[in-house]
């Protein structure tokens, strides 16, 4: 038995190697709208790190998604790439034609799945922001669509039925018009960057227009009679009407004074519903997105991708946490705690999630709203073609410009921005 102690001296020798061998990855996360979700979101990846040995995630909380985009670009290019990034779903397009994303089938692949098998419990509508030429680049994580929020009391005071929302432009004209006083108006939406652009697809998508080109990353609609339709809508809401409040309001302040009685129906993100159902006073509703020509709404939220320049070890630790991360356990509770709905199907079918539906009956408007919904906003150079339009959309709102001028100068700026990868996909003719 003289063996034993060698044996063991053997295995301590190797426990520090054994250690060592941990995964260390970093995970890229942005709190795009209100509420605890930094904190929330360290503690899953705490709960993931505790449940396991093999990777040890190392969350960095890094703002706005714009924020995310240019700080993950920026590790990759200084050689140390996170691992897995929650980035808005609209970006993944521009990240793959940049060359900043990988293609997750190679991990599909070495599992003995296909992206379809893959996808099945996801809702068809998310699967567009995920897939970019017929490869899976991104796995939907948080998703949103965006949602009417009423004051219920402020409507009965109006002497509007609090349980019937405005459902078109004409009504919820007619709804802001009564609620607006000398110290509260009647609409809000939100008008900083990111958001307003958001806001502006699903306006110009309800007036029965088209945003972008879904299958075609130089090409956007712009200077067209819906989107005109919409902004011109928007810049009456403020000068003609009187209804909502001039100039440049952010998201978050738009919730604060939703929540402060200053503001008595707003378009917010679904995302925020758990922030405002936590801390608002008054009786509350939530209700579609009012139509002008149709319902329709994008989709908005944030997918997991993986960044270039990952050794083999930091791709197998960063797959497998994004598959944790988008589980159907893990995102039905997300789901419950943020107010985004999850794009996966199953939680749905959970005893938690039903009893939670049960109980809180606004979070299923989102969901009602899904066979309406078309894929978020997605060119080549996503954030400046983005803010091409809100920038005239912002001038608008101050008074500077009218919505005539307005779209005409967003397309002219966007399609600038757009022409390298227009001249480099367009046929030259001899």
Do not use: C
């Not at 608008?396 to 307005?406: D, H, I, M, R, S």
């Amino acid at each position: 038995m003289r063996w034993l102690p060698s044996l063991a001296a053997a295995v301590a020798v190797l426990a520090p190697a054994f250690a060592g061998a941990q995964t260390k990855i970093d995970f890229f996360f942005p709190v795009p709208v209100d509420g605890k979700l930094a904190r929330e979101m360290t503690r899953l990846t705490k709960v993931y790190n505790d449940s396991q040995k093999e990777v040890a995630v190392t969350a960095v909380y890094t703002g706005s998604y714009d924020d995310t985009k240019l700080k993950a670009q920026a590790a990759a290019n200084a050689g140390k790439p996170p691992a897995v990034v929650l980035m808005s779903a609209n970006f993944v397009l521009d990240l793959k034609l940049a060359g900043d994303v990988i293609s997750l089938e190679p991990m599909l692949k070495a599992e003995g799945t296909t992206r379809e098998k893959f996808l099945d419990d996801f809702w068809p509508a998310v699967h567009a922001n995920a897939v970019v030429d017929g490869d899976l680049y991104a796995v939907p994580f948080q998703n949103s669509t965006p949602l009417l929020y009423y004051n219920k009391e402020h409507f009965k005071e109006a002497g509007l039925d609090p349980e019937k929302p405005p459902q078109t432009w004409a009504e919820l004209v007619d709804a802001a018009k009564k609620l607006t006083k000398p110290d509260r108006m009647g609409f809000g939406l939100p008008e900083g960057y990111d958001y307003l652009g958001w806001i502006m697809e699903a306006l110009s998508m309800s007036n029965g227009g088209r945003y972008f080109n879904e299958e075609y990353g130089g090409e956007v609609y712009y200077d067209t009679p819906t989107m005109l339709g919409a902004v011109q809508f928007v810049e009456d809401l403020v000068f003609k009407h009187k209804v909502m409040q001039q100039g440049v309001v952010e998201g978050g302040a738009l919730s604060t004074n939703f929540l402060a009685g200053k503001v008595s129906m707003m378009l917010l993100s679904t995302g925020s519903l758990s922030f405002v159902r936590e801390n608002m006073k008054q009786p509350f509703g939530v209700a579609f997105v009012p139509r002008n020509v149709r319902n329709a709404v994008p989709i908005g939220g944030g997918s997991l991708v993986m960044f270039k320049g990952l050794n083999d070890e930091q791709k197998a630790a960063g797959w497998k946490f994004a598959k944790w991360l988008s589980s159907t356990e893990t995102l039905g509770g997300w789901s419950r705690f943020t107010g985004y709905f999850s794009p996966r199907k199953s939680p749905y079918d959970t005893a938690e999630m039903k009893d939670f539906m049960a109980k809180n009956p606004e979070a299923k408007v989102a969901l009602d709203q899904l066979p309406y919904a078309k894929p978020w906003f997605a060119t080549y150079q996503t954030v400046a073609v983005r803010k091409a339009l809100e920038d005239e959309v912002q001038a608008v709102l101050n008074g500077k410009k009218k919505a005539p001028q307005a779209v005409k100068d967003a397309q002219k700026n966007a399609d600038a921005l757009m022409k390298p990868y227009v001249d480099q996909t367009a046929l030259k003719l001899p």
